[in-house]
């Protein structure tokens, strides 16, 4: 298994501009996070998703970002227009169930972004 | 409601002696409890788990952490350490997935430097 799989691994952008990361969860894996990371703030969750529906997107700073996944194999986080404190570590989790248990989620390697 | 208390930012232990990562939950329920380890400019990656079963759990890299439900900890150890121990650490509580919850709650982390 390839596990968690996002790109870009690295974005630098511009003020103003859209950006788009993306995300491929781990095959058979019905829970999908979205996570942000920054030196003064942590580790957030910024919104997950179960069997492709959106269940919290409580962590969503505001209505610049948004995030869809289309099918079980695929989700994005759009920011439309960047900000320069948009810059951070993006990092994407998936992870299932096992009866009652929750299982550990799976980390991708992150994307960073810079917006200048 | 749950949270979680890393009770010291930043660890420094010379190679070859044993390290402690402390943790404190809190929490109403009998949670699941993990330990993440993220290197530099990686992704975060499971150590170990706590899923209710034994109370002292063995995990990769010579790791293990002990659930004690009277203390509400769950401190992280390893007898002797390496230089590739040098990392940031998090502990985190899972709620059980009947609570139609699925967030972690993520601790501040502690920074483990290992002294030549």
């Known amino acids: 298994d390839a596990g968690v799989i996002q790109s870009p691994r690295h974005e630098v952008t511009e003020m103003g501009q859209e950006v788009t990361l993306r995300c491929k969860p781990i095959?058979?894996?019905?829970?999908l996070f979205w996570y942000r990371q920054t030196m003064m703030r942590g580790l957030e969750l910024l919104i997950y998703f179960n069997n492709n529906v959106p269940i919290d997107d409580s962590g969503m700073p505001e209505d610049r970002f948004s995030a869809k996944m289309p099918n079980a194999s695929f989700s994005t986080l759009k920011i439309q227009p960047s900000e320069p404190r948009d810059s951070a570590v993006y990092f994407c989790?998936?992870?299932?169930?096992?009866?009652?248990?929750?299982?550990?989620?799976?980390f991708g390697p992150g994307t960073r972004l810079t917006v200048l | 409601a749950q949270s979680v208390t890393q009770l010291d930012s930043h660890v420094s232990v010379s190679e070859g002696t044993p390290v402690l990562l402390r943790c404190n939950y809190s929490s109403s329920y009998s949670p699941s409890l993990f330990w993440y380890v993220q290197h530099p400019n990686k992704g975060l990656q499971l150590l170990l788990k706590?899923?209710?079963?034994?109370?002292l759990v063995k995990g990769i890299n010579g790791f293990e952490a002990e659930f004690k439900k009277s203390e509400t900890s769950f401190h992280l150890t390893k007898p002797s350490a390496h230089m590739s121990d040098a990392a940031e650490y998090f502990c985190v509580v899972n709620p059980p997935t009947n609570f139609g919850n699925e967030k972690l709650t993520f601790g501040t982390g502690t920074r483990l430097t290992i002294i030549p």
């Open positions: 095959s058979g894996h019905d829970y």
């Open positions: 706590y899923t209710s079963a034994a109370t």
């Open positions: 989790a998936s992870s299932n169930r096992q009866g009652a248990v929750h299982n550990e989620q799976f």
